[in-house]
């Protein structure tokens, strides 16, 4: 780039990641998974289900997933069960 100036350049420092940030994070979930109330959990991921099925609204039902500790990819996986998962066609 022709409009670099040398004496503006700072140094580098490349962002280094913390080696046990992976695993603490799985133990986290694993704690918030065994001590949130299970049989509200499901109900809530239930109702999520029952109004894909229906074609009503699906928020209420997520909503009270996620406040009952639940998390994105537990309502993804249950709306994956209902519509599936798209596949791009291949194109040759």
């Keep these: 780039?022709?409009?670099v100036e040398p004496?503006?350049?700072l140094p580098f420092e490349p962002?280094?990641?913390d080696p046990g940030l992976g695993e603490r994070q799985i133990k986290r979930t694993q704690a918030i998974?065994?001590?949130r109330p299970q049989a509200e959990h499901a109900a809530a991921l239930?109702?999520?289900e029952q109004a894909a099925r229906g074609g009503h609204n699906m928020m209420p039902?997520?909503?009270r997933a996620i406040n009952?500790?639940?998390?994105?990819g537990e309502i993804c996986d249950v709306l994956r069960g209902v519509f599936g998962e798209?596949?791009?066609?291949?194109?040759?």
């Design 86 to 92: 798209y596949r791009a066609p291949l194109v040759y």
């Design 15 to 17: 962002f280094v990641l």
């Design 7 to 9: 004496e503006a350049a």
């Design 33 to 35: 998974r065994r001590s």
């Design 46 to 48: 239930k109702e999520v």
């Design 1 to 3: 780039n022709i409009h």
């Design 68 to 72: 009952g500790d639940g998390n994105l």
């Design 61 to 63: 039902g997520g909503g």
